[in-house]
């Protein structure tokens, strides 16, 4: 597939910019060949893994658990959904040589929403643990199901709101992308470039921050010797503490694996017309993405980390499980 004269699209936000051409290099079917394998592989492990980072999280009462719980739903639709799909359109166009465009507009809208939907998430645990450390008498009352059921159903409206217009053809439309797979083509820069930048940068950029304030914090109140921070199950500042260094990962990662090809196509866009395997590895990026932060919210949180030993030890038949510094347990039976 030859992407001379060919429009290209921007990987973040996916905005293609109109009579954009340039010289393209040709997708060899060897290369698609290893890229989708090697994607596909990265999205079944990382579907996987979400889903038992799940399963963990679902055991474990927190104040903020329906938050992380959809934060994780998220990364397992990018990595069992998103990302496959565009695995296999993009094997269909340069392999078979074939397109199949009615499953652009919904998919398109799908995995735009998701995507933003992550960085809002991301937000709002962030502010949720915020609250826990800085008003730890007041955080009970963010902890109530209506509130966080609010907040969560803020996520998704905040997410999906920017991609409707695009359903309409008001501002662009989806549609196949030279590559094979879905994109936006936009077809007025000055509708399309704010509702995607709304979209994507600013609950990013609103993360990064909350999540160094929230850092901060905890430092200078672990340095502060008349602010130590107490250990208090029922606010759930313990917790907090644990997870504000898996959420200050996540937003790395999320920079390092996706805002950076968004950068680059927002500044550099035809990079990705003269080397079109660059507009797959972003999507081998996004599903790297989806798979890293979950891990980093098990790992780097105490309680869960626990709760996945016990999981695996199960798993291989233990009927015990050995902990350093712990005490036994007899039985995952016997958990509380």
Known sequence: MNCSNCNTTFPGWGLTPPNLTAPGQSLSRFSVQVWAAATSILSLSGASTTGVVFSVVWKVNTGSKWLILNYLLLHFVTSAINVPVNVYMTALKNIMDRTPPHICPPFQFLYFSTESAIDWANLCLTVHRIFAVRCPTKYPSLTRRPVVLSMIGFVWIAATCPNIPALFHIGGYYSVTPAGRCGLKQTNQAVMVP????????????????????????????????????????????????????????????????????????????????????????????????????????????????????????????KSVISSNKPRIASPSSLP
């Open 195 to 318: 509702l995607y930048t709304n979209a994507t940068l600013l609950p990013f950029v609103l993360s990064v921050m909350s999540a160094f304030y929230l850092s901060f914090v905890l430092v200078r109140m672990r340095l502060t010797t008349h602010q130590r921070i107490q250990p208090n199950p029922l606010v759930g500042v313990r917790r907090g503490v644990k997870l504000k260094w898996a959420l200050l990962t996540a937003v790395l990662i999320d920079a390092l694996c996706i805002k950076s090809w968004s950068v680059i196509g927002l500044y550099f866009p035809m990079v990705f017309v003269r080397q079109p395997l660059l507009s797959l590895l972003t999507r081998t990026s996004v599903v790297l993405a989806a798979t890293l932060a979950p891990i980093m919210i098990c790992v780097m949180n105490g309680d869960y980390r626990r709760r996945l030993m016990r999981f695996a030890s199960a798993l291989r038949g233990n």
